[in-house]
Each structure stands twice: as C-alpha cells, then as structure tokens.
C-alpha cells in the first residue's frame, strides 16, 4: 500500500489546492447569495424597503412592460392597490423588494466590519500555530452560520448570523495563502493563487442560479432557506477534509526575502543571527505596500458594488430579462479564464523580469477593464453581457497577482499577519463604501451609482497600482565587503531563488559556487 501511495504523493499538493479551493467557493456563495435571494429573504423576515412590483404570478403568463411601469410608478399602498386589469384582478404588490439600507447593512458592514478585524487575529495565528487546523475551524464556523441562516426568522438573527459568517470566512484567505505559498514554488505561485481565489468568483457565479432557482423551486416548502441549508453541510464536509486529510507543511522564505538572502551569500555579506520583529513589521509600512493597501481598497469596492447590486440592478433595467446564467457564465466560466489568465501571465512576466514587475500586469489589467465595465451598466442586455464577459476577463486577473505580490515583498514571519493587515484595510474600505450606492441611486439612478462606485472605482485602481510601478521598495543592505570570487566565474546574470533556503543549498553554494536556478 505504501508505494502506491508513495506513487500517487505528486497529486498531494494539487489535491491541497481542490480542498482549499472548494471551501473558499463555498464561502463565497453563501456570502453573497443573500444579494440574489434578498427579495425573498425581505419578505419573509420583514427588513428593507417597501414598494409597489410588478405581480410576476402564473397568472401573467408573459411579461407586459406597460404593466410594470405602471406598478413602479405607484408610490403608495392605495394607489397600487388601485391598479387592476380589466377584470378587476390587480397586478401588483405592495410588498418588500429587497432593496434599501438594511440589505445594504446586511450584504455589506455587518459582513465586513466583522470580517476585517477577525482577519488580523486570524493573520497573527497563522504565524504561529497550525494553519490547517486553524482552516478546518473556519470551515466549521462557515457551515454552521449557513445552517442557522436557513433557520432565521428576523432581520436581526440575519444580521448576527452574517457576523457569524464573517468570523469563518475572515481567517481562509490568510491562512490558506500561506499554506499554498509554502507548497507551491515561485513558478507556479500566482498561477495557484489565482486558482485559489478564482474560488470568490466561482462562489459568486453559483450564488445566481443557485440562489435564484433553489429558491423557485421550493424544495420541503422552505423556498429561500434551501439555498442556505445545502451550502451549510458542504462546508460541513470541507471542514471534514481538511481536519483528517490535510498536514502542515513547511513554512519556507520566497520572494525578495530569498533574494536578498542569496545576495547576501554571494556577496559574502554577513548574516545578522534573526532580524528585530520591528524591522521585520517595517516591511508592511514600506510606501509601496501602502499604495498597494489604497489601490487594492478602491479596487475591491468596485468588485463589490456590483457583486451586490448586479442581481437587483439588471432585474430592475431588463425586467423581461432573466439574466441569472449569463451572470453565473461571465463570473465562474469568464472569471475563471480571467484569473489563471493573469497567473499565468504574471508568472511568465516574472520568469524573464523578475518579480517586482506583477504590478505591471495588475496595472495594465484594471486599466483594459474599465470602459467595458462602464458598456456592462449603459448597454442594453446583450451589449451589457458582452461587455461584462470583457471586463471580466482582464478586471478579475487582479486578486491572484496581488497577493502573490504581499506574500513575496513581506518577510516570511509576518506574513500571514501582513495578508490579515491587508485584508482588514482592503475590506473596511472596500466593504463599507458599496452603501453609498444607495444614496446615489435614490437620488440619481441605478445605473449612475454604479458607474461611479464600480467602473469608476477600476479606473481608479489602476492609476494607483501603476504608481506601485514606480515607487522603490526596500533599501538595500551595504554590499561593500563582498568575498573575492573564484577566476573565471562571474555572477552578475544570475539570481537565487528558493532552493536556496532549503537543502542541499541552505548555504547558498554548491561545490564552492553559487547556486543558480534562473539566468536572466
């Protein structure tokens, strides 16, 4: 049985990143299923804004726009009531339509409030203690906030229960990115976090049909609830998995923390035995890394105003349209090509120009996005899918390519905390502002809010990650003192890189010369 086994260990890392992959999807789903089952949800547990809709009932068997326009135009519970067909039957509802800022508090800073802080802490225990113990529990959490959100009766049970989730699902990126960082090596490394976080669009891809036609369906007259009970026992057995199937691995240095490690030994530079802890969390303040914090900030909030309003807003501008599997197809089969598209685009980049240039491909990546993201709200339906396939396509290249960015400019012992650091930023920015469509769109329209907080939000982003581009990173140490090579060996086209943390080349030579594994 052993050799067998032994055989098959190739499939144990690609197997690591499945687990991890589908329980970051299953997360993902549940979190932002809410926005696609709201209507729904609103209804029964009684939150958000009361409204005049279109009664979409077997008793209209095709949809009539005149009818709708009529409903949407009645602002009040006698003059809905009043509009009725020619037989008397009326046409429309006064009921809750799942819109307003209770959903907005719901979707966005009951989740993300909770979630950024938790992060940090999450982030700090990764540097410590069992990463993948630590996952399973996440995992657990997740399932059980999914198995009481099926069971909630009120908004305030909902909102807990969001916080909930929020606990679970703050601590899967950071300690998850860690383990895959240590596992995978740097040819592969964005290319698999790409993967990995390709599991947000997946999540979100599934929560449209899933959300939408689970809930139709109606399965044990539990309607909306159904939705909710099947993700919670999925993430029920993700826990499982991890907890009885997964091992720690290694932790190891990558990134410019090996190359400055291997210039060191070429040059003879001597090591000093462990740097101060402060000079190591100086790492996460350098001006770059803080650029990348407000870039990736700006960016997540456009991602998330759509992720939360796309349902309602296409709904609301086509309502003669059901456009839940286009939605599914552009985020889990578009975003999907999108994010092993950017891995691998970054990984090659990096293989010939070293790894400081992924912000070029986060940069110019943001920047193509843009005018297609601004075609998905002002097209009509068939322009507004193509143009959101697009700027799918190139927007969700980003997620992969900057976290393989933090994980390679940080040191290895903080850098899980670095990655909650981040997260907690990126989301109390990104996950707090998606409320502010509100304000807009009562006062303006549905379409404008968006246009500033999602597509104008892209473009924003892509300025900042170009000025990334041209900031300096760290200074470097003082190589005046190198050892005197050997005659006929010169090293300046050559780098080290991981091997040389780790044996036979922990000293960073090999029968008395440097260790080369890339020839720029």
């Known amino acids: 049985m052993m050799p067998v086994l ?8 690609p197997y690591v990143l499945t687990v991890l992959t589908l329980g970051y999807l299953t997360s993902e789903m549940g979190h932002f299923m809410i926005g696609v089952t709201s209507k729904a949800t609103a209804t029964d547990t009684h939150y958000g804004d009361i409204a005049c809709q279109y009664n979409m009932s077997d008793s209209f068997q095709e949809f009539n726009f005149t009818l709708f326009s009529n409903c949407d ?3 009040t519970e006698e003059a809905c009531a009043n509009l009725t067909l020619d037989d008397g039957t009326r046409y429309c509802e006064f009921a809750h339509n799942g819109k307003g800022v209770d959903y907005q508090i719901i979707a966005g800073p009951s989740f993300i409030a909770v979630y950024s802080i938790v992060g940090i802490f999450f982030g ?11 996952c399973a529990v996440c995992f657990l959490i997740i399932g059980v906030s999914f198995a009481l959100t099926g069971a909630a009766t009120s908004f305030w049970q909902l909102l807990v229960l969001r916080m909930i989730l929020a606990c679970g699902e703050a601590g899967v990126n950071p300690l998850a990115t860690g383990i895959l960082s240590d596992i995978f090596n740097e040819e592969k490394r964005a290319l698999v976090l790409s993967l990995f976080n390709w599991g947000i669009y997946a999540g979100i891809g599934l929560s449209y049909p899933v959300g939408r036609y689970i809930t139709e369906l109606d399965l044990w007259d539990l309607g909306w609830r159904t939705p909710y009970y099947l993700t919670g026992v999925i993430a029920f057995l993700v826990a499982i998995f991890c907890a009885f199937t997964l091992s720690e691995p290694k932790r190891k240095m990558i990134g410019e923390e090996v190359e400055e490690k291997a210039e060191e030994q070429v040059n003879g530079t001597p090591q000093k035995e462990e740097e101060p802890k402060t000079g190591e969390w100086k790492a996460m303040v350098q001006p770059r890394v803080l650029m990348l914090f407000v870039a990736a900030a700006i960016r997540h909030t456009g991602g998330l105003c759509f992720t939360y309003n796309a349902d309602l807003f296409y709904r609301e501008v086509f309502p003669d349209w059901d ?14 090509i999108g994010v092993v598209f950017g891995g691998m685009i970054s990984d090659k980049v990096v293989e010939k120009y070293g790894t400081k240039t992924r912000v070029a491909v986060l940069a110019v990546s943001q920047l193509i996005a843009t005018p297609f993201a601004f075609g998905s709200i002002y097209m009509g339906p068939i322009g507004a899918m193509v143009t959101l396939a697009i700027s799918y396509l190139f927007a969700e290249m980003w997620f992969g390519i900057l976290f393989a960015i933090l994980v390679e400019v940080v040191p290895l012992s903080v850098r899980s905390t670095t990655i909650g650091v981040f997260l907690f930023v990126m989301n109390m920015v990104g996950g707090n502002l998606p409320i502010l469509v509100e304000p807009v769109r009562t006062s303006s329209s549905f379409a404008d809010a968006l246009a500033i907080f999602y597509a104008g939000a ?8 170009g000025l ?9 140490k003082d190589q005046s003192a190198p050892l005197p090579m050997k005659a006929g060996i010169e090293n300046g086209g050559f780098t080290t890189i991981e091997k040389i943390a780790s044996p036979p080349y922990s000293n960073g030579v090999e029968n008395g ?6 020839h720029l």
Do not use: C, Q
């Open 468 to 476: 990334v581009l041209v900031m300096p990173g760290k200074k470097k």
């Open 73 to 75: 135009a009645a602002k």
């Open 513 to 518: 010369y440097p260790y080369e594994s890339h």
């Open 124 to 134: 700090i225990l990764a540097d410590k203690y069992n990463r993948v113990a630590l």
């Open 458 to 465: 892209y473009l924003i982003s892509s300025v900042l990650f």
């Open 6 to 13: 032994k055989k098959l260990s190739f499939l144990y890392n």
């Open 323 to 336: 456009l839940s599997w286009m939605l599914f197809f552009v985020t889990f089969i578009i975003g999907a």
